[in-house]
């Protein structure tokens, strides 16, 4: 069973603060995935990564850099969080179509609110 | 790139009735399309998916067909129950990339 777990499930952060969110699985999974979830937008993609130190700019990556120094690891990182970023962030991963059907599993979700 | 778009962002039912939610994309070269349900403070979690080399699949009460000349797809939910109450989210996939819908909240009243 994949486990995709995040460090926190809430967080509530001041304005200008740098923000580190940790996402983990435990699948040897290839991809990774960073969201963020609002209300009547769905989910965007804020970054991916298809391997250890590589990266790739989703639709809104403004405000937001990320790291994968290991497989199992992608840390989403707000430089200096703002009111606007207050949101769920949802991380994913998913192995290569080979491997399977090619879906995404997700963690559960860290509910950001920045003051 | 990929624009996806879901109708309708709200929907009600009665119990036992069906529900159908229907998505539309832009990119020709998405070929996987798969749906979530979201429960309230859950994460999501894929119910259903379908790839673009077949036009229907069925999960017991769930099923969803692709029309991929029209670029839409839709999800079936057939004798609805209350607990099928959640949003669900469609998406396509084009290369590495998933591009979500915006989303369905469901309810079924009992």
């Known amino acids: 069973d994949v486990k995709v777990t995040q460090s926190s499930r809430y967080l509530v952060k001041r304005t200008g603060e740098k923000v580190f969110l940790e996402c983990v699985q435990d699948m040897d999974h290839e991809n990774m995935f960073w969201y963020r979830q609002d209300p009547g937008l769905g989910l965007r993609l804020i970054y991916f990564s298809y391997d250890v130190k590589m990266k790739e700019k989703g639709d809104i990556p403004e405000g937001y850099s990320v790291s994968r120094e290991k497989k199992e690891r992608f840390s989403l990182i707000l430089e200096s969080a703002s009111t606007n970023q207050t949101s769920m962030y949802l991380c994913a991963s998913r192995g290569p179509p080979g491997q399977g059907i090619g879906e995404q599993y997700f963690g559960p979700g860290t509910r950001l609110t920045v003051t | 790139g990929e624009n996806v778009e879901q109708h309708p962002s709200t929907l009600s039912v009665q119990e036992g009735d069906s529900a159908v939610i229907k998505c539309t994309y832009s990119?020709?070269?998405?070929?996987?399309f798969p749906w979530y349900k979201q429960e309230l403070g859950k994460r999501p979690q894929l119910i259903i998916d379908?790839?673009?080399?077949?036009g229907e699949k069925k999960d017991q009460r769930i099923a969803v067909t692709l029309n991929k000349t029209a670029k839409h797809f839709s999800l079936h939910i057939t004798e609805t129950q209350p607990e099928d109450s959640a949003v669900y989210f469609c998406?396509?996939?084009?290369?590495?990339?998933?591009?979500f819908g915006t989303g369905t909240s469901l309810t079924v009243i009992p």
């Open positions: 379908i790839r673009s080399n077949v």
């Open positions: 998406a396509a996939r084009g290369g590495n990339q998933f591009y």
């Open positions: 990119d020709s070269a998405s070929n996987y």
